[in-house]
């Protein structure tokens, strides 16, 4: 009996010993209706991010315009080669959790050939469009406007576009296709290129 008595003694102690360390209620005696209640406090903690994609994923995407030579500077539009959807159209896809993003174009002056004559920015044109199909699942798609070039002689930052938030969160994405409205005579030669100020920067900016 003693022992048992010990045995009981020890088990009580224990408990009363978890109970201060733990969320819990001890009830002794309990009779029908006692209750004893214990808690947890919960916490989930998000990261804010901010992601852009315009073209593959890597690397960088080139898109080419090539003019025959009997419609040189006639206004004949141009449609482009390369980019991911293949046409000179690539895909645009955006994702925050921090609110509105400021989308924009970064140019660093007019495309040039290897003589020094320059194509100004004013004769790339971007249309806007869904992707093809029905997109990515948990992704708007929709017709993202194109952040304007700037058209300075020595290029920068362009008009930029405010993607809008709904519960903070923005996740849209859609197509570019590019084209060359070839409405000006300009001499022979490959103008742009990364070398010669063919490379657009766009920049997803978390306001």
């Known amino acids: 009996m003693k022992k048992l008595i010990l045995v009981s003694a020890l088990s009580l102690a224990s408990l009363l010993s978890a109970s201060a360390r733990a969320e819990s209620t001890f009830v002794n005696p309990a009779v029908t209706g006692s209750t004893a209640t214990a808690r947890l406090d919960f916490s989930i903690v998000i990261p804010q991010v901010l992601f852009l994609r315009v073209g593959s994923a890597v690397p960088i995407d080139a ?8 419609n040189v500077g006639d206004a004949s539009v141009i449609a482009g080669v390369g980019g991911d959807l293949t046409a000179g159209a690539v895909t645009v896809r955006a ?10 174009s970064t140019t660093t002056g007019e495309l040039a050939n290897a003589t020094g004559e320059t194509i ?3 004769q ?3 249309a806007a469009a869904a992707l093809p199909g029905p997109g990515t699942a948990g992704y708007t798609n929709a017709a993202i406007t194109h952040p304007a070039f700037n058209l ?27 084209t060359y409205l070839n409405t000006n005579v300009v001499a022979a030669g490959t103008y742009g290129t990364s070398a010669r100020a063919g490379r657009v920067t766009y920049t997803a900016t978390q306001l």
């Not at 994702?95 to 924009?104: E, H, Q």
């Not at 002689?153 to 590019?178: D, F």
């Open 152 to 178: 300075g002689a020595t290029g920068g930052a362009g008009t930029a576009t405010i993607l809008p938030a709904t519960n903070k969160v923005v996740r849209v994405e859609g197509q570019w296709t590019y």
């Open 120 to 122: 100004p920015w004013s």
């Open 63 to 70: 898109i080419s315009f090539t003019v025959p030579g009997a």
């Open 95 to 104: 994702y925050g959790n921090g609110g509105n993003i400021s989308l924009n």
């Open 124 to 126: 790339i044109s971007v």
